[in-house]
């Protein structure tokens, strides 16, 4: 299937002497943001666009086959997730399935009104409290958990909120693992048990957990919802899917028709759902392939260019670096330039404004503005990583001699 095209792969010994176009290969490690679609994801998309394109609530043959392609594919993420296929439902992604978790608990949760979260959230999560908090005529109490310099929140501080009033606890939405930082929240699961402890439902964002670890723990520690999505895994964009535990109380955020039990309307996307079904098959044999690479470029690096720093960290190939007096998108546009394309962590973090994920986690002054993200997927090799070493070494070189008098250090 299709790659990123080779220009050139020359290779040099001596760094100084390598020119641009010795990088003009280019090496993706943006796989937080986005990954390259399997192989096999693409052939059953293209297999449902060719064959399978009727409507599975279709009455006809081909309709109630297609519909079995959906089903199967449900049984697929099932077991992926760890839960039963009844428990699953199709989205159109991470953003939706949180988004209608938080519509949901809303309409079912009356009177209840407390809601917990963390300050370091995804803005899918951020952004729908910050509505309701705003335009709600009901006043909703929601209070954001801190986090320490690792970015991980405490259970005291969480405990001592939920505490405070446990017949108005509604939802603590939490993330296992943190987009820009790969911080794995591991004290999620008790976190869970004091959510339920004290009255409230329990929804984990597993949007940057999923394909890299396993999810079934989460199931078992009983969250109520965890969201997952597609195109971060290596399935196409627009498609994710929400477990929702048989039992829990659930109100659809899309009306119109039937489909999905009742809880998600529209046509589904067959060709996004069984191409999510084929990954969520392979990937749990991919979860310790990025590990050696993840270790391999942090020792590198720190080789290479000691002042920088590593800002929080879990989760197998993301490596947010703080680097030391530069700005994160001089840096992130010079790499690109030597064809290395990494981030400035999300797309809130753009501009003169910190990212909140780092602010949060009080990342030094001379850090806080320079912080790029790295991530990898099962596509990143050994060769990608050394490669990667050389251009980030130059191009912080190049971005730190140039911003010397604007940010002296
Ligand atoms: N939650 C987290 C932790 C994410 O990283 C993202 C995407 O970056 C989302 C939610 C939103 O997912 P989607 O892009 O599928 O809407």
Redesign the pocket.
Known sequence: MKKLPVVDNKETEDFSFKSLADFARPIYMDN???TQVDDDAILAMLAAMEKNYANPSGMHEAGKIAKQKVEEAREDVANFIGCSAKEVIFT???????NAVISSVIKTGYPRRNIISCAT?????LNKLREIEEKWNIKYDISYLGVDRSGSFSLEELESILVKNPHHNLLVSL??????TGTIHYNLFQAVHLAHKYGALFHV????IAGKLPLAPYIQAGVDFL?I????FHSP??V?ALFIRDGVPFEPSILGGYQENGRRAGTENVPGIVALGAIAKKMPQYYDLVDGLHGQFIEMLSKRIPSCIINGGGVPGTINVGFKYVHREAMVAKLSQYDLYASVG??CARGIEPSHVLAAMKVPQEYLHGSVRFSFSKYTTDEEVVRAIDIIDRAYTEVRYYSKEIIPG
Do not use: P
Request: charged share 15%.
């Open positions: 937080n943001a986005t159109s992604g991470g953003t939706e399935s949180i959230e995804h803005g899918a999560t993330m296992a693992a943190n987009n820009e964002d597993a949007v940057q969201t999505s597609g195109h971060k964009k627009g994710g999300s797309a």
